[in-house]
């Protein structure tokens, strides 16, 4: 089955404790996303990469790294996290970079304390 | 120039109402609209799209109208149904490498029996 898949799914820890979000897609995708979605403003891109190695800053890339070491693969680092980081969080994959259809993933909820 | 414009925040219609949710855009680089549907907890999954050369599209009960002159693009759920309850999101696309959709800001959407 197609899926992007992501973990934890629900996370709760304090401020400051260094976590990974994974993320990965089984479709060969070579462009992948990461979104956060807050109420009253929809989602917002963190961080893209077009390729294995290639990425770069979305809208709102402070306090996230990414890395792509793999193609499938595509993990969200917060080094320090704050509680203006709780939030609800996407990894997403699409084939072509044109943002058409990407396929989302079920989402993590985090929550900084 | 980035954002979208989506409204009603939310809407409560009877079944087999046609709920119409609009979005509002700025930029006119934007070349992909697209609606994605998102049930309690999962991700958003694409329902349909459009491109600014065609003014409509219908998939199913689905129908998406487009009014380049006045930026402004709309979903229609004909003969909606409980099952079509669900958080609707609007988005835009220009097509840039960095493959990111603009979202809006989401219609919560409730079909009563």
């Known amino acids: 089955e197609a899926q992007v898949t992501q973990n934890p799914r629900y996370l709760i820890t304090v401020t400051g404790k260094k976590l990974t979000v994974t993320c990965s897609q089984n479709m060969n995708h070579e462009y992948m996303s990461w979104y956060r979605q807050d109420p009253g403003l929809g989602l917002r891109q963190i961080y893209y990469?077009?390729?294995?190695?290639?990425?770069d800053k979305g809208d709102v890339p402070e306090g996230y790294k990414v890395s792509r070491k793999e193609k499938r693969n595509f993990p969200l680092i917060l080094e320090s996290p704050s509680p203006n980081q709780t939030s609800l969080y996407f990894c997403a994959s699409s084939l072509h970079r044109d943002g058409n259809e990407q396929f989302f993933g079920p989402g993590t909820r985090l929550t900084v304390l | 120039q980035q954002q979208v414009k989506q409204s009603p925040q939310s809407l409560i219609v009877q079944k087999g109402g046609i709920p119409i949710i609009n979005c509002a855009y700025e930029?006119?680089?934007?070349?992909?609209f697209p609606w994605y549907q998102q049930f309690p907890g999962k991700g958003p999954a694409l329902l349909i799209a459009i491109r600014p050369d065609v003014s409509e599209k219908k998939e199913g009960r689905f129908t998406i109208s487009f009014n380049k002159s006045a930026k402004q693009f709309s979903l229609h759920i004909m003969d909606s149904q409980p099952g079509d309850s669900a958080t609707y999101f609007c988005?835009?696309?220009?097509?840039?490498?960095?493959?990111?959709?603009?979202f809006g800001t989401g219609t919560l959407l409730a079909v009563q029996p």
């Open positions: 988005a835009a696309s220009d097509g840039g490498a960095t493959n990111k959709l603009i």
């Open positions: 930029n006119t680089a934007f070349d992909y």
């Open positions: 990469s077009m390729n294995v190695e290639v990425t």
